[in-house]
């Protein structure tokens, strides 16, 4: 949408000048959104007492095989502490493999096993399949709308992170 048009369900306002109405039902609608993106996967993940943070972690080790530790705590941020709780009971379940680094010995090289692999299919091919829906009923202008609202939402460093994590898929 260019600048100045209405937008949908805005009160007809400029995209420039959202009131902190308007603002507000945008948080809300986040929140909601966000409870409905998670609720499919955190339904699987309670079955094995596993929390989203056992979800983001099978998630980035999936994008990024043999990604370290160190990278992990950086994309997370989350503390080491917080994370080896998790890393140790992914591992501990055989769903993560931990290699020794091959050029420095203290690094950590993190790799879904199968068992790893399939779970992270059923997590996000649940994910995938709501987003799919949503952004076929918002239509490819929303969408790519949908997109430059996120990472203009995301602080600098993160949507750096982004930017890799994407540019490494293509």
């Keep these: ?50 929390g989203r943070a056992h979800h983001r972690a099978i998630h980035f080790i999936n994008r990024a095989p043999g990604t370290t530790v ?11 502490q917080s994370l080896n709780r998790v890393l140790r009971t992914l591992i501990d379940d055989g769903l993560v493999e931990s290699r020794v680094g091959t050029v420095d010995k203290r690094e950590r090289h993190l790799f879904l096993t199968e068992d790893g692999r399939t779970l992270e299919s059923k997590l996000s091919d649940a994910q995938r399949t709501r987003m799919r829906a949503a952004y076929k009923e918002a239509g490819p202008d929303a969408v790519s709308g949908f997109k430059k609202v996120l990472e203009a939402m995301m602080d600098p460093d993160m949507r750096r992170a982004y930017g890799k994590l994407r540019d490494s898929s293509t």
């Design 1 to 50: 949408m260019s600048e100045g048009r209405s937008a949908p369900g805005f009160g007809g306002e400029s995209l420039l000048f959202l009131t902190d109405e308007q603002l507000r039902q945008g948080i809300e609608a986040m929140f909601f959104a966000y409870r409905g993106f998670t609720a499919d996967p955190d339904r699987i993940l309670v079955e094995m007492a596993y």
């Design 70 to 80: 160190n990278n992990l705590l950086a994309i997370l941020g989350v503390t080491k």
